[in-house]
């Protein structure tokens, strides 16, 4: 026999304290014989009489996960998914239906399942501590709530709020929590038990209704308003994902049912809906990503390494501005900001400032909070105040000499191990080391803008960096809130070197006729964030224009952007930062800029249908990531999708560029692009790609467990890019523009894959 999650203690007034804790896991979720374990605590405490029931987590640092995501990930009949929703339904039920109140003590994660398990009490307490953390993040595996939270969560916050918090599957912090209704008391650790006991003894809680502004009040308690609230939010989601996430609908729909549906009727919807999705290919993408970035939390770490506590910024350009922000307020460790004029650091500093100042009139962040941020951060032109730095990153100008002139400045100024980071997105590592006296302390740490929101980071050891460099490296960027991939040092890394021919491809279908708004459109609609011509005008013309001779002369022809851009940069049209590039931009919207057919001396005459565009264009990208793995840039398939996904925005639901080869068939990409190469030999397949589809082979050897037959991971890069908030940064030259992921760092955690995992995009290349 299994032992029971659930233990059960009666206190002297009668209150059972319920101690939540799956054995053996650091982490509680809702197994399979969690529905058994419930009913027999019930039936158990019933026997005792007990006045009031308190469920505390026996974990030191989470409440309840969720369901198990290996356990669904383990279904295999759609049957047996809808029978996982019903049983919740059932349990949660019976925990409604107790003659006594249940109180949900909250320390950690409350998420998924686990908040469905709140809900389902009569009240909810929560400390204030940061990393408690409540929230439906079903979406992000493509999923929805299917333990009746979909039902009980407008109830209690709104309609408004539940649909936004289920469609985003933001984590909201404690404070909100209480500010929302979702929790009824938020208390320092020390008294969580003592105050939930309380409200134990309180009586069952009467029905009340969401705390709502009048407005929303006015809305939501009609029909009509309603209908307003769904319509629009159905609009949104479809402006989002594009049509291509059925989750988001069947939310809405879930929702919608909470209002319109007698219960019977709404849970039914419920938990079809949740059945339908767990077999979805969508959800199974999805969940990969989720075991994919779980796995790679584990890797490349070392608990032993010295932690990094004071840091150095070299430029004060976008780049730079963003590196010391997520520094300073994800790692919260001291940046120091060099650049060599004042107005460099005073930008870079003001960009933190506006981003914290936002928070603090949202009152996420109190004034206090803002100052102790800022007070982390301060600014020179010289090397004063160096001496102690523990990491010192440079985000610079592509410029070799320059690049290596620093490395020489920061071993005479710094301590014997410090380590010099180059925020580099082209030039291979060794060649900034060559010079080095200490080559194992200079390392790549390619950020991609903006960066406060883009999950990834490609860290790049030369041949000479120390384990002890590339573990620490490790170890701040994942404080820093990032997903890094180690890869190899040769020029344009991975994520660049994917993007290059992608973008160029698209260069080519211009310059052969094309539309632009047709071809950025294509690519939009296989499920990037944005296409790749807009793409090229965020980054800067002359950003691509920098890196991709240093990607031919490393790397090859096909590197080659076309000759006719030149004409771009003549004109001063780089983009969104000169107001023209491909589209003319004004404040609030962008067109294509016709003038620009005569510029590159091209007639618009379509010829291709969407999907052969965006069939060309990815083929580049597939071919290139085949020829990355097979060079050893990246150690697996996995860090190549993750690093595709989070990086550049590849859609999620494909899963990457590697786990779309699988579901296509070597054979099939192989052979089409072999077509393609008929007419253009730049198409030709690579000969690992060949090699793999002769043998009939896949990327992923083992296809993992969890991804079945469609594979996949991670995450999610969309909007600043669509919002044309995403820019390069790369030195005090660059314009600060941006957008911040305020929901990132707010109480209200947007960890959205879907909406939010890449919301911009390197644009160095
Ligand atoms: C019916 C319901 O509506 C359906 C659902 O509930 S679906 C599930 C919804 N819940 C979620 O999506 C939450 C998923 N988990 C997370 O986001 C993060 O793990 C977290 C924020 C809770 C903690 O993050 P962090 O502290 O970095 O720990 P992390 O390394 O991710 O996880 C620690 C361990 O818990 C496991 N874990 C966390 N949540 C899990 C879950 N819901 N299912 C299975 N395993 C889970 C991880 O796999 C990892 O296991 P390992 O150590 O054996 O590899």
Known sequence: ?????????????GIAVVTIDVPGEKMNTLRDTFADDLKTLLDDAKQQSVKGMVFI????????????????????????????????????????????????????????????????????????????????????LGLLPGGGGTQRLPKLVGLQKALEWTLTGKQIRAKQAKKSGLVNDCVPQTVLLKVAKEFALKGKAKASKPKLDRVSQLLESNPFGRN?????????????????????????????????????????????????????????????????????KKEWRNDDALAITKTAVLGGGLMGAGIAHVSAVKAGVLVRIKDVAEQGISNAMNYSYKILDKKQKRRILSTAELQQTMNRITGTTNYSGFKHIDLVIEAVFEDLSLKQGMVADVERECQANTIFASNTSSLPISQIAAEAARPENVIGLHYFSPVEKMPLVEIIPHEG???????RIVNFARKQGKTPIVVKDKAGFYVNRILAPYVNEAANLLLAGEPIEKIDAALVEFGFPVGPLALLDEVGIDIGSKIAPILEKE?????????????????KRLGRKTGRGFYLYDKKSKKVDESVYELLGVSPSPRLNKSEIAQRCVAQMLNEAARCLDEGIIASPRDGDIGAIFGIGFPPFLGGPFSYMDKLGADKVSSEMATFANFNPVFAPCAPLVAMADAGGRFYQVVPAHTQQNIVETTVVDDAISKGEATDIESSEATVTNAEREDAESSETDTNVVNSACEGTDKKS
């Open 1 to 13: 026999m299994t032992q029971s999650v659930f233990s059960l203690d009666v206190d002297d007034n």
């Open 57 to 140: 987590s026996g974990k030191s640092d989470n409440f309840i996960a969720g369901a198990d995501v290996k356990m669904l990930d383990s279904v295999e009949r759609r049957e047996d998914a809808l029978a996982i929703s019903e049983l919740c339904h059932r349990a949660f039920f019976d925990m409604k239906k107790l003659p006594f109140p249940t109180v949900s003590a909250i320390h950690g994660a409350a998420l998924g399942g686990g908040l469905e398990f709140a809900l389902a009490c009569d009240y909810r307490v929560c400390t204030d501590s940061d990393i408690t953390k409540l929230g439906l993040p079903e979406v992000q």
């Open 228 to 296: 307003i609230i769904f319509k629009k939010a159905q609009e949104n989601v479809l402006k989002k994902t594009g049509g291509h996430y059925p989750a988001p609908l069947a939310i809405i729909k879930a929702i919608r049912a909470s209002v319109e549906l007698d219960e019977l009727k709404a849970y039914k919807t419920e938990a079809e809906g949740f059945a339908t999705l767990v077999m979805s290919s969508e959800s199974k993408a999805l969940r990969g990503i989720f075991f994919a970035t779980t796995e790679m």
């Open 465 to 471: 960096t120390s384990q002890e460099t590339i573990a």
């Open 555 to 571: 790397l090859g022809d096909r590197f080659k952007a076309p000759d006719a851009f030149s004409r771009l940069i003549d004109a």
